[in-house]
């Protein structure tokens, strides 16, 4: 069977401005109560959800190789008589998927590390975190995982770790005497973590290392005093962008400077009267900020788009989002520049899930609905794939008690008209197509797009179609 990789060139205008996009209806691929939040992550041409059993408190896993269109059998990634919680996964490497989970029994926080795209496992491996909560993994480099996690043992203190290439854990865990852990991230060689340290009234410290994890290096505190409803931190060029309530200063979004030790906070969206609740934030392909946030003085959802010049971070464009302020959001950047926001819950009596997309040429689209949930929404998870995007919802309760994750995927609609054309092209060079027909639907459905060429590679022969926009 001939390997396929797919090339994408942009030719003109992106594929969002088409319409050419559509999401699936809400499925619930998972028939048994979940107990938290589902965990997605996408590496390569595999997509994975993980969850834990309620019933059972055992770690499982499903994987997808058309971006959550169809999954394979569930796995269970515990061992038997585990009582775990607070589940994470990272992809890292190419064919690379970390997960880790808190156990009650062996109070410690486990791993588990893939190579081989979910085929086969390492051992569970303790992190010697203690009783731990607030798990997360994030890729370190090329082939390495970092973990972070808030242990309750002697007290709040952050436990990090670095693994060894391939994702092993072969050097013990490293303490810090904080709040907890808030971020890890990686760049330019780089780990850096965020912590919070004290009480309710939190300070923001940062710690980095240049030898993944070996020494680290802490800064002197980023915000003195701070008040951090939102904790999400996320990488954006030169810049970490962090969003939270900070009670210095009237603004809501921050960046920070790769260089820690001499870079001081700037506002990104200065927002001078507003009581934040649930607020995100994507870092577009152009470095520009998109976020939006509750805004609960004047009961409305906002955003604002925001770049870095010379002068600091300028607002290019901000307003109100036909969205109910008490609901759930998340917002996604997309490959090709635009992004998607999902948000949930507009009131007791219509739990829905809508959908808006963003594109730099025309602004935000209509809102969408794409399902309803039958209750409240416990967590929204919303990832990349290679055949679009794919999205992870957890209710607090369906209406029959229970809490099944639900997920649905946003792809490219396929001309019909292409699909069978470019089959037989691939076909005439060799190409199992049974075999990568989700990935010849993606690349018919980008052509529908009119705005991108797509590139076929099978075993160095190579067939071209083209399709440019009007």
């Known amino acids: 069977m001939l390997a396929l990789s797919l090339t994408l060139v942009a030719t003109g205008v992106p594929a969002f401005a088409t319409g050419s996009y559509l999401w699936s209806e809400l499925r619930q691929p998972v028939d048994t109560q979940t107990w938290g939040q589902p965990v997605a992550v996408s590496n390569g041409g595999t997509t994975v959800l993980g969850w834990i059993d309620r019933p059972t408190r055992q770690a499982h ?52 590390i893939t190579n081989a795209n979910g085929s086969s496992w390492s051992a569970p491996q303790a992190l010697g975190a203690g009783n731990a909560f607030d798990i997360a993994l994030t890729p370190i480099g090329i082939d390495r995982v970092g973990a972070v996690a808030r242990s309750l043992d002697g007290g709040n203190e952050a436990v990090v770790a670095v693994s060894d290439p391939g994702g092993t854990f072969g050097r013990p865990s490293t303490r810090f005497d904080t709040g907890g852990p808030l971020s890890m991230q990686y760049a330019d060689n780089v780990v850096s973590v965020f912590m919070l340290e004290g009480g309710y009234s939190h300070a923001l410290r940062g710690y980095y290392s240049a030898d993944f994890g070996v020494n680290w290096l802490t800064t002197n505190q980023l915000v003195a005093n701070g008040i951090f409803n939102s904790m999400e931190v996320i990488p954006c060029g030169d810049f970490v962008v962090f969003g939270g309530q900070i009670s210095e200063s009237p603004e809501r979004f921050f960046a920070l400077g790769r260089d820690f030790a001499s870079s001081t906070w700037e506002a990104v969206h200065p ?19 998109l976020s939006v946030w509750n805004e609960e003085a004047s009961v409305q959802t906002k955003f604002a788009l925001s770049r870095h010049t010379d002068a600091g971070w300028v607002i290019l464009e901000e ?30 009596s219509q ?18 609905l794409i399902g309803e949930t039958g209750g409240m929404l416990n967590s929204i998870v919303l990832t990349n794939t290679p055949f679009g995007a794919f999205l992870a919802l957890n209710p607090w309760w369906d209406s029959d008690g229970s809490r099944n994750p639900f997920v649905a995927t946003f792809q490219a609609v396929a001309n019909e008209t292409s699909v069978p054309a470019m089959s037989q092209t691939l076909a005439s060079t060799g190409v199992d197509v049974d075999a990568h027909r989700a990935q010849i639907l993606w690349a018919a459905g980008l052509l529908a797009c009119g705005a991108v060429a797509v590139t076929l590679r099978s075993r160095g022969r190579t067939s071209q179609r083209t399709r440019r926009g009007d």
């Open 61 to 112: 896993a499903m994987f997808s190789n058309d971006g959550g269109v169809t999954w394979g059998n569930a796995l269970t990634m515990s061992d038997p008589g585990s009582n775990t919680h607070n589940l994470a996964v990272s992809a890292f490497g190419e064919n690379g998927f970390a997960f880790a989970w808190g156990d009650y029994v062996v109070d410690d926080v486990v791993v588990r």
């Open 271 to 289: 927002a001078s009267e507003v009581q934040l609740g649930d607020a995100h934030s994507a870092c577009l392909s152009n470095g520009d900020v």
């Open 319 to 348: 307003g109100i989002l036909p969205i109910n302020f008490l609901g759930g959001l998340r917002i996604l950047a997309r490959p090709d520049g635009g992004a998607i926001l999902i948000s949930t819950w507009e009131n007791d």
């Open 351 to 368: 739990p829905n899930v809508y959908a808006m997309t963003w594109n730099p040429s025309v602004g935000w689209s209509d809102r969408e």
